[in-house]
């Protein structure tokens, strides 16, 4: 497989085509060694600053729905397939696929069985995702480190899905981003824009508008980090078998305490077994559209 080097000190192998069903990214840090990106990259890339890590799923401009595997042993990036169709998201006028580098911090979990107290609904059972606002299109596999703003809680299907709002800390301007206000400021409707992708980004699929907890009111930084340190324990919890993850994989190779270590030569013995690097197969045509619609 393709090898990419990142600056961060991790990088990513590629195992069949982008864009198949086979595709898959599998992570290693500086020393060459496989990692899973869910559970062995740390959730802080500076603790006393709250700057944290975030594994860029998808990059900016782009469409095909890629996203940790949580169920998979070392959790590659893959794309998700939906009624056995690879998985792209619309353009839904005026925006063209994800409108921020999209992605997730590591060693957090939003547990399915716990109910949040803001929202009432319980956990989606996945990383928490993170939308980066820095003018650089990021690749995907990359490892970047943030600094977070502020929130917004999606109830997607009924299930809380926090949206943190954050921005790469090698972002020209990243020093006069300091809380969701600098956002509004700084890039103005940018924010607007951001709801209205997550409220409608599921209606050309047939499915009705997404609803938010908040009124779609975005929170503030403070109120970001306490979310993302309650995702953080729930992790603990999973990581650890304190709390049963049900089909979640939590094979890793550094979490000390965690009965879920398993060895490099494992870890090597999973990639080997997929598929080798292929070509990319070409994207559908269809995934260009625009869907145009009157917003009520």
Wanted: with cysteine; proline share 7%.
């Amino acid at each position: 497989g393709r090898v990419r080097g990142a600056m961060s000190g991790y990088g990513v192998e590629e195992r069949a085509g982008p864009h198949s069903p086979e595709y898959r990214l599998f992570f290693k840090d500086a020393a060459g060694r496989y990692i899973s990106p869910f559970h062995d990259i740390p959730i802080y890339a500076d603790a006393g600053k709250n700057v944290f890590n975030m594994v860029v799923e998808v990059p900016r401009w782009t469409n095909a729905k890629m996203e940790i595997s949580t169920k998979e042993p070392l959790n590659p990036i893959k794309q998700d397939v939906k009624k056995g169709k690879l998985r792209f998201v619309a353009n839904v006028f005026p925006h063209k696929g994800y409108i921020w580098n999209y992605g997730a911090i590591p060693q957090t979990w939003e547990d399915p069985g716990h109910k949040d107290e803001n929202t009432g609904c319980c956990g989606d059972n996945d990383p928490i995702d993170v939308c980066e606002i820095g003018s650089k299109v990021c690749s995907r596999g990359e490892v970047i480190k943030v600094k977070v703003l502020g929130t917004l809680a999606l109830i997607d299907e009924g299930e809380t899905d926090w949206k943190v709002i954050a921005i790469n800390v090698e972002d020209p301007e990243a020093d006069s981003y300091n809380d969701i206000e600098d956002v509004r400021r700084m890039k103005p409707g940018y924010l607007e824009a951001t709801v209205d992708w997550f409220r409608r980004y599921k209606v050309p699929d047939g499915k009705p508008e997404n609803q938010f907890a908040f009124n779609g009111e975005f929170k503030g930084k403070d109120f970001a980090l306490d979310v993302i340190k309650g995702t953080h324990e729930h992790w603990k919890a999973l990581i650890t078998k304190k709390t049963d993850g049900g089909e979640i994989n939590c094979t890793n190779l550094t979490v000390s305490g965690s009965p879920f270590c398993c060895s490099q030569d494992c870890a090597k013995a999973t990639v080997d077994a997929a598929p080798p690097c292929k070509a990319a197969n070409p994207i559908p045509s269809e995934v260009d559209k625009w869907f145009y619609y009157q917003k009520n």
